[in-house]
């Protein structure tokens, strides 16, 4: 594919947006270790942040923010914070906020369904895979969002981007948004968390998936 006859502002937009959801989808793929929470205290998350905000979710963003000044106060915050990781999203049980889409969309709260079995052939159809040290189902959070990622990234294999915008945006709503608020209300329903880092970057995907959505809808439509 000629890139010259792809429109460049798509393009820019389409690696910016395949930064943001691989930042989610690392974030949410396992706990942070204690390297990565040094490096965000001492600002590595700010530009991340800045971006966010500049897009307009700049109250979700100084949320999440607030929660890595929050680490600097306590000598056990990666420990915490990894406990805080497993409380939501290790433990089992229907009420808890575990981060599988079948979890909401199937019914009973059960894993492995529908949602499961139509990553997987997404998955397949574009020739990716879970790496191995990853035993989720595929329709864990983390891959949906890096499976995003993987789309933004591939903007410049075709010149049909309308087209592109409507099947990514397609995929946020009937395969994100349609179970990211139930997951959302869970983890907001879990008072025993030492930090609320993990609901304050809930908030923020959540945000960024609906303007993302309507971003793409324009480009859909030839906005």
């Given at each position: 594919?000629?890139?010259?006859?792809?429109?460049?502002?798509?393009?820019?937009?389409?690696?910016?947006?395949?930064?943001?959801?691989?930042?989610?989808?690392?974030?949410?793929?396992?706990?942070?270790?204690?390297?990565?929470?040094?490096?965000?205290?001492?600002?590595?998350?700010?530009?991340?942040?800045?971006?966010?905000?500049?897009?307009?979710?700049?109250?979700?963003?100084?949320?999440?923010?607030?929660?890595?000044?929050?680490?600097?106060?306590?000598?056990?915050?990666?420990?915490?914070?990894?406990?805080?990781?497993?409380?939501?999203?290790?433990?089992?049980?229907?009420?808890?906020?575990?981060?599988?889409?079948?979890?909401?969309?199937?019914?009973?709260?059960?894993?492995?369904?529908?949602?499961?079995?139509?990553?997987?052939?997404?998955?397949?159809?574009?020739?990716?895979?879970?790496?191995?040290?990853?035993?989720?189902?595929?329709?864990?959070?983390?891959?949906?969002?890096?499976?995003?990622?993987?789309?933004?990234?591939?903007?410049?294999?075709?010149?049909?981007?309308?087209?592109?915008?409507?099947?990514?945006?397609?995929?946020?709503?009937?395969?994100?948004?349609?179970?990211?608020?139930?997951?959302?209300?869970?983890?907001?329903?879990?008072?025993?968390?030492?930090?609320?880092?993990?609901?304050?970057?809930?908030?923020?995907l959540a945000a960024f998936l609906r303007q993302?959505?309507?971003?793409?809808?324009?480009?859909?439509?030839?906005?």
């Amino acid at each position: 594919m000629n890139s010259e006859h792809i429109d460049p502002e798509w393009v820019a937009a389409s690696h910016m947006r395949s930064q943001l959801y691989g930042w989610f989808s690392t974030l949410f793929a396992r706990e942070l270790g204690r390297d990565a929470m040094a490096l965000y205290q001492a600002g590595g998350a700010a530009e991340i942040m800045s971006v966010l905000a500049q897009l307009g979710m700049a109250r979700e963003a100084d949320a999440v923010a607030g929660v890595l000044q929050e680490w600097a106060r306590h000598a056990d915050a990666a420990v915490e914070n990894a406990a805080d990781f497993a409380t939501l999203f290790l433990m089992e049980g229907r009420a808890r906020p575990l981060p599988y889409a079948s979890h909401y969309l199937d019914g009973g709260g059960q894993l492995y369904g529908k949602p499961a079995l139509l990553m997987r052939a997404m998955l397949a159809s574009n020739r990716l895979r879970l790496d191995e040290p990853f035993k989720e189902p595929e329709d864990h959070l983390a891959v949906m969002l890096g499976l995003m990622s993987h789309w933004a990234k591939a903007c410049d294999r075709s010149a049909d981007c309308a087209g592109q915008a409507r099947e990514q945006a397609a995929f946020i709503e009937s395969a994100l948004l349609s179970w990211i608020d139930a997951w959302l209300a869970g983890m907001h329903a879990i008072k025993t968390l030492t930090f609320r880092f993990y609901p304050a970057l809930g908030a923020l995907l959540a945000a960024f998936l609906r303007q993302d959505r309507d971003y793409l809808r324009s480009v859909g439509a030839g906005a």
